[in-house]
């Protein structure tokens, strides 16, 4: 079925430990997005990607990092953890009218707890 | 800056009966508007968009929305509640820059159907 896979589903983590949050479309989308969820605050973008080879700062950028080296794939890193970065995190993609219109496919998110 | 709230955290309906949800946008031209929905542990679900013409859309499972730019809203409706559209409903609103980085989501709306 196509889609957004993300991985890990769910994890936890000690504070100051290096993450990577794994994202894989195979839409073509040009177009990919971070955003992590949390409770009373909705969805906040955290980096996004136009095409493969840029990447971009979204509302809520600090302590996260991204790298787009191909259109599939768009992992988030954190590279030192902290509890405030515990949330849902979710992977979304868009293809080139989506762009224009902000039409956005999501995955079923990843679970990361920061103890 | 683009802005969207939703008055509503929590709403209770019986099922068969009507729902609005409400949404209120800031934006200082012509948005795209969107309603996504979030069943438990799932992604977020495209219901319906606005981006021009006719001010009342259609979308998936029975929904619909109304932008009214005089009152700066974009409120979803169905006439009949199923028990399986319990979930969590989220607005948002895309700027027209081309780019759908500038989408910003509102903090949602839970919505609890009983029988």
């Known amino acids: 079925i196509a889609g957004i896979t993300q991985a890990p589903t769910s994890q936890i983590l000690a504070a100051g430990r290096r993450m990577t949050l794994r994202c894989t479309q195979d839409?073509?989308?040009?177009?990919m997005y971070w955003y992590r969820q949390d409770l009373g605050l909705g969805l906040r973008l955290i980096h996004y990607?136009?095409?493969?080879?840029?990447?971009g700062k979204g509302e809520v950028p600090d302590g996260y990092s991204v790298s787009r080296a191909n259109t599939d794939d768009f992992p988030l890193t954190l590279a030192s953890a902290v509890p405030s970065q515990t949330s849902v995190y979710f992977c979304?993609?868009?293809?080139?009218?989506?762009?224009?219109?902000?039409?956005?496919?999501f995955g079923e998110g990843s679970r990361l707890t920061v103890l | 800056a683009q802005s969207v709230t939703q008055p509503d955290i929590h709403i209770t309906v019986s099922e068969g009966a009507s729902l609005e949800l409400r949404c209120n946008y800031s934006?200082?031209?012509?948005?795209?508007l969107f309603w996504y929905v979030q069943s438990p542990g799932q992604g977020l679900q495209l219901l319906l968009k606005?981006?021009?013409?006719?001010?009342l859309v259609q979308g998936i499972k029975g929904f619909e929305a109304e932008f009214k730019r005089s009152q700066s809203s974009f409120n979803l409706r169905k006439p009949s509640v199923h028990w399986s559209d319990a979930a969590e409903y989220f607005c948002?609103?895309?700027?027209?820059?081309?780019?759908?980085?500038?989408?910003?989501f509102g903090t949602g709306t839970r919505l609890q159907v009983t029988l």
């Open positions: 606005y981006f021009s013409g006719d001010t």
């Open positions: 934006y200082g031209a012509t948005p795209y």
């Open positions: 948002a609103v895309g700027a027209n820059t081309g780019t759908a980085s500038k989408l910003t």
């Open positions: 990607s136009n095409t493969a080879g840029t990447t």
């Open positions: 979304a993609s868009s293809d080139r009218a989506g762009l224009f219109t902000g039409e956005l496919f």
């Open positions: 839409m073509r989308h040009n177009a």
